[in-house]
């Protein structure tokens, strides 16, 4: 099984975006697994966006997002978004899905942690 980002482009300063990831493979039930969100920066490490966990649909956010970016699920359609409203260019990034079954993890941005990652989305934020 793998995921898969979509969603991803090019939009101006202010603007909104809403990222997908989806299991491509039928046995992987995303309900299941808490999702997070990274993203990573050309010369940048890889950072933790959001999570929403498995069992109560709990949500994290890191503090550079909050207030203007929602993770939520739809498990009829066994897929999980990011809503990015009011973005900035340093939101530029390389967008990637990752899975922790029955998670989240400790730590929900540790990255390490997270089973199944899917390609990654690209989102270029101009000013």
């Known amino acids: 099984e793998k995921l898969v980002e979509s969603g991803g482009g090019l939009v101006q300063a202010g603007g909104s975006l809403r990222l997908s990831c989806a299991a491509s493979?039928?046995?992987?039930?995303?309900?299941?697994?808490?999702i997070g969100w990274f993203r990573q920066a050309p010369g940048k490490e890889r950072e933790g966006v959001s999570c929403?966990?498995?069992?109560?649909?709990?949500?994290y956010y890191a503090d550079s997002v909050k207030g203007r970016f929602t993770i939520s699920r739809d498990n009829a359609k066994n897929t999980v978004y990011l809503q990015m409203n009011n973005m900035k260019p340093e939101d530029t990034a390389v967008y990637y899905c990752?899975?922790?079954?029955?998670?989240?993890?400790?730590?929900?941005?540790?990255?390490?942690?997270?089973?199944?990652w899917g390609q990654g989305t690209q989102v270029t934020v101009s000013s």
């Open positions: 990752a899975a922790d079954y029955l998670g989240p993890p400790p730590v929900w941005d540790m990255r390490d942690l997270y089973h199944y």
């Open positions: 929403i966990s498995s069992s109560d649909d709990r949500t």
């Open positions: 493979g039928f046995t992987l039930d995303l309900k299941n697994y808490a």
